[in-house]
């Protein structure tokens, strides 16, 4: 069991864009169960290689966080959105901070699995949230960027006083 460092929000390599994987391989398969181990340890239900500083197009997902239904999603993209549904989002890059934000409701994704082998999945409601949210991460984006300018700015506010609490870019989990 490998567990990764997180990046943290304001670190800049948060913005990075994630490569394409060019070929899955044992290093890739040994990259997401590093990250589904990260991700459980910190009690999250999604992680993007961009979190754990590694600049791939690579998502792993588990709603129930007890290894009972893993995602892997390699070079995913969303091809089709319906509907619209907010609920408190949340993110292991940003403890601590929630936020409601609009998300499609229902999303078709094409993506590879861990074998390298091409699916294409519908999904709806927290699942369909997830997949938005880390993909979202592989293209330099973060959750709070869906937000007003003054939501954002009681964002950092929140960000500053915890951090004189803890030590530089550590939250409390």
């Given at each position: 069991m490998s567990i990764l460092e997180i990046l943290y929000y304001p670190d800049k390599r948060l913005?990075?864009?994630?490569?394409?994987?060019?070929?899955v391989s044992d290093d890739t398969n040994?990259?997401?169960?590093?990250?589904?181990?990260?991700?459980?340890?910190k009690k999250g239900i999604g992680l993007a290689a961009t979190q754990v500083n590694i600049h791939q197009q690579?998502?792993?997902?588990?709603?129930?966080?007890k290894?009972?239904?893993?995602l892997v999603f390699i070079n995913p993209s969303i091809t089709k959105k319906t509907?619209?549904?907010?609920?408190?989002?949340?993110c292991l890059s940003i403890p601590q901070i929630y936020e409601i934000v609009p998300r499609s409701e229902k999303i078709t994704i094409q993506s590879l699995d861990q074998y390298?082998?091409?699916?294409?999945m519908e999904a709806n409601n927290l699942l369909a949230i997830c997949i938005?949210?880390?993909?979202?991460?592989?293209?330099?984006?973060?959750?709070?960027?869906?937000?007003?300018?003054?939501?954002i700015k009681k964002?950092?506010?929140?960000?500053?006083?915890?951090?004189?609490?803890?030590?530089?870019?550590?939250?409390?989990?």
């Open positions: 913005r990075t864009i994630a490569d394409p994987v060019v070929a040994q990259i997401i169960n590093d990250m589904f181990d990260t991700m459980y340890f690579i998502i792993v997902i588990d709603l129930y966080k290894n009972k239904q893993r509907g619209i549904i907010s609920i408190p989002e949340s390298g082998n091409k699916f294409e938005q949210h880390e993909v979202d991460h592989l293209f330099g984006k973060l959750f709070i960027d869906h937000l007003s300018p003054l939501k964002i950092h506010k929140k960000i500053k006083k915890l951090s004189k609490t803890f030590k530089k870019n550590q939250f409390p989990l």
